[in-house]
């Protein structure tokens, strides 16, 4: 089995030496390491290229286009692995995460999109633990069904056929729902899906997320246009509630619920 690991950055915001560490430190060895470094400073560039000087599986390259969307297709087309993991630049993974992922596809060559679980970390690397580890559903028809209104697999350490994503046409939506487009996207294509139950990244969570109680009125919107344009293309009225969900009435009724049952 030919792996990659694929991360884009373009900014390091004093997370990355620990991420790109928890990666080549993985207990499984035999990988590729793709750093995409899209509209980066010449600093960065260097100090990701100090990285690949000390790592021969470290493969850098730097680009100048728009967006996270473009910047990992450009990264699948470098990857030489037929299955590739996806790593966030601040993000720490597990070390048997390669190691656990492999053996359960060895085991399962059927699934092309493998997820996971995950626990939250801060900006000190500390878990958080006023928020609960990840329960994402295990099996393929529980996770799916759900796309229509939640997107039932995790981004980062995310593990996939490289020819599944390249046949559903790689990802394509903007800045907050290029993953959970393409899972759609993968889904209507017939790929087969599967979390496993293991907590394998701890996934960090910056200031503004583990604060913020406002509504997110740009994610929202083009959440909401993704989902209208899967709905449209279907006609499957499930999208229509999941369009739902993203409305600020929607916001409101889950969080006015949840301040009720807190106060009994």
């Known amino acids: ?45 260097s100090a990701i290229n100090a990285w690949a000087e000390k790592d021969c599986r470290i493969k850098p390259f730097r680009i100048k286009i728009g967006g996270l969307a473009f910047a990992l297709n450009y990264g699948i087309e470098q990857a030489h692995g037929d299955y590739i993991l996806r790593m966030d630049a601040d993000d720490i993974a597990m070390p048997d995460l390669l190691e656990k992922k492999i053996a359960f596809l060895q085991d399962n060559p059927e699934v092309d999109i493998l997820g996971s679980q995950s626990v939250f970390i801060n900006k000190r690397s500390d ?46 939506f903007g800045y907050y729902a290029e993953d959970w487009d393409l899972w759609i996207r993968l ?11 293991d907590v394998l990244i701890k996934y960090r969570l910056h200031e503004n997320q583990m604060t913020a109680q406002s509504f997110n009125s740009k994610s929202s919107s083009e959440i909401s246009g993704m989902l209208w344009l899967h709905y449209k293309k279907t006609k499957n009225k499930k999208f229509l509630f999941g369009i ?13 619920t949840y301040r009720l049952r807190k106060s009994f």
């Open 127 to 172: 878990i958080v633990e006023s928020m609960l580890p990840t329960k994402n559903p295990k099996e393929h028809i529980d996770i799916v069904e759900k796309f229509t209104y939640k997107n039932t697999i995790q981004h980062p350490s995310v593990f996939f056929k490289k020819q599944a994503v390249i046949s559903a046409g790689g990802y394509i």
């Open 1 to 45: 089995m030919k792996v990659s690991v694929l991360m884009a950055v373009n900014k390091d915001d004093g997370f990355l030496n620990e991420a790109i560490q928890s990666i080549i430190s993985q207990s499984y060895s035999n990988f590729e390491f793709v750093i995409v470094a899209n509209n980066c400073t010449d600093s960065l560039w």
């Open 187 to 197: 889904w209507l294509n017939g790929a087969k899906f599967h979390n496993l139950s």
């Open 244 to 256: 739902l969900v993203q409305t600020r009435f929607f916001y409101w009724l889950i969080h006015s």
